[in-house]
């Protein structure tokens, strides 16, 4: 059984933090709307989803994915590289208490989750403006016990790791090679974003499918023509707030290894 943890939107989105992208108004209610269709697509692909509140004081608390990694045998509690965001973590912890064992990120160690992007045992993780040496060493040290590797991937141009490579299929990634070197996953199968949609790298993938947001249709060809199954989510109100659809959700085995 597959769990997904979300939490509502902010009522107090629209001050979220943005990094490459200019302030447009985003309308709370449609975003909700949108995060209850992205909600009931989790639930086709399989996972149970629990629905946190919303935190008024925490606008970008809907991303879920930037406060922790979640793996079978444990999980670490991310310190996110945006002060308004540090709170967040500790409210993660405590959804997350009754299914792993739980790890923390230290200062110096900054980490968002948006840019950690696991593969069967190797954890490539964005050096971005929200992600740092000193918190990729802290992983190493969390998670040689368990056998993960812990890569550095440098990023540019794009917020986090996964806004630029996300994994689609067992052996394949769908990637951006404006905003990294693709070379670090040669050993996978790639399938490369249109060039004039930039930002159409991140989509959720679960065994039964991926979900995949409405703003990138010639990427969505591309990926039906490889065979993907898709469920496509409209997400422009996330996207306004430089998210996007990994962001909304932390998806992981019920059971793990405890
Ligand atoms: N607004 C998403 C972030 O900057 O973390």
């Known amino acids: 059984m597959l769990i997904a943890i979300t939490r509502d939107i902010s ?6 933090e943005l990094t490459h992208l ?23 692909l399989g996972c149970e989803v629990i629905a946190l ?17 979640v793996l079978d045998e444990v999980a670490i509690i991310t310190r996110p590289g945006a002060d308004s ?22 200062s110096p160690g900054t980490v968002d989750g948006g840019d950690v992007l ?26 040689a016990p368990f056998g993960y590797a812990v890569q550095g991937v440098e990023v540019t141009g794009c917020l986090h790791l996964k806004s630029a490579v996300t994994q689609v ?19 996978f199968r790639l399938i490369e974003v249109d060039p004039g949609e930039p930002g159409a790298a991140n989509a959720v993938w679960v065994d039964l499918g991926v979900i995949y ?4 249709p010639k990427t969505q060809q591309r990926l039906i023509e490889h065979g993907i199954r898709l469920i496509v989510v409209d997400a422009s109100e996330v996207q306004k ?10 998806i992981f085995q019920k059971s793990g290894k405890m």
């Not at 509140?53 to 990694?69: K, N």
């Not at 947001?213 to 990138?216: D, T, Y």
């Open 213 to 216: 947001p409405s703003s990138f």
């Open 85 to 106: 965001r540090k709170p967040e973590a500790r409210l993660i912890a405590e959804a997350l208490k009754p299914y792993r064992e739980l790890r923390y990120i230290e």
């Open 169 to 187: 299929a067992a052996d394949t990634l769908l990637i951006n090679p404006q905003w990294l070197d693709a070379a670090y996953f040669k050993a």
């Open 241 to 250: 707030a430089e998210g996007a659809v990994t962001c909304c959700s932390l």
């Open 118 to 143: 696991r593969v069967g045992k190797t954890l490539y993780v964005g050096l971005s403006s929200r992600s740092n040496q000193a918190a990729i060493d802290q992983m190493r040290q969390h998670l």
């Open 53 to 69: 509140p919303a935190e008024p004081d925490l606008p970008d608390s809907v991303f879920v994915e930037d406060v922790a990694i």
């Open 11 to 16: 009522p107090n989105f629209n001050q979220c």
């Open 22 to 44: 200019d302030r447009t108004p985003i309308d709370v209610e449609l975003a909700q709307a949108q995060h209850h269709q992205y909600q009931a697509a989790l639930r086709q």
